[in-house]
T-cell receptor
């Protein structure tokens, strides 16, 4: 099993450009999450999904959109990138979202917005 | 959201036990205590979780105070590979089990 994979690993954008980050999991997990981590900080939840075709807002959703068209994939979109969105983005998945539930994280995407 | 308090950093020596403390005085009766760690340039990984009783697994032990207001993650014999940021997290159920990460404890292991 590859677990949770993220594409791309690194990206540099100019202000105003758009991009999509792809997260894929092969563990048949229902729940998927997108986090961001700023330097020296813990992770903050952007959006999450409790199943195929569903999405919900997390702690810091502004400036991002998500889609979960297939159970194994969770896409994070930036429509008009801003320097404040420079961060490392982590995707995670979990089996059920119930308590307790272990989240499995991907290796991250390092995004720089100039 | 219930909060946790951890020391910013700790240091230990290789092959010695490490005790990482966490205070969570506002914990509710249904909150699970989770520990994750983040190795350099990697995503977080699960370490252990517990509710009321002490827990052991192949990675670590979790000791939970009787009043549940604090807990301690125990690495029995630290290796250089255990150098990481350790996060103590209380579960929050709002549509899904959400993990609210604080700043964690940066653990340095000396050879």
């Amino acid at each position: 099993n590859a677990g949770v994979t993220q594409t791309p690993k690194f990206r540099v954008l100019k202000t105003g450009q758009s991009m999509t980050l792809l997260c894929a999991q092969d563990m048949n997990h229902e729940y998927m999450y997108w986090y961001r981590q700023d330097p020296g900080m813990g992770l903050r939840l952007i959006h999450y999904s409790v199943g195929e075709g569903t999405t919900a807002k997390g702690e810091v959703p502004d400036g991002y959109n998500v889609s979960r068209l297939k159970k194994q994939n969770f896409l994070l979109g930036l429509e008009s990138a801003a320097p404040s969105q420079t961060s490392v983005y982590f995707c995670a998945s979990s089996y059920s979202g119930g308590v307790p539930d272990t989240q499995y994280f991907g290796p991250g995407t390092r995004l720089t917005v100039l | 959201d219930a909060k946790t308090t951890q020391p910013n950093s700790m240091e230990s020596n290789e092959e010695e036990p490490v005790h990482l403390p966490c205070n969570h005085s506002t914990i509710s009766g249904t909150d699970y205590i989770h520990w994750y760690r983040q190795l350099p340039s990697q995503g977080p990984e699960y370490v252990i979780h517990g509710l009321t009783s002490n827990v052991n697994n192949r990675m670590a032990s979790l000791a939970i105070a009787e009043d549940r207001k604090s807990s301690t993650l125990i690495l029995h014999r630290a290796t250089l590979r255990d150098a990481a940021v350790y996060y103590c997290i209380l579960s929050v159920i709002q549509g899904a089990q959400k993990l609210v990460f604080g700043q964690g404890t940066r653990l340095t292991i000396n050879p």
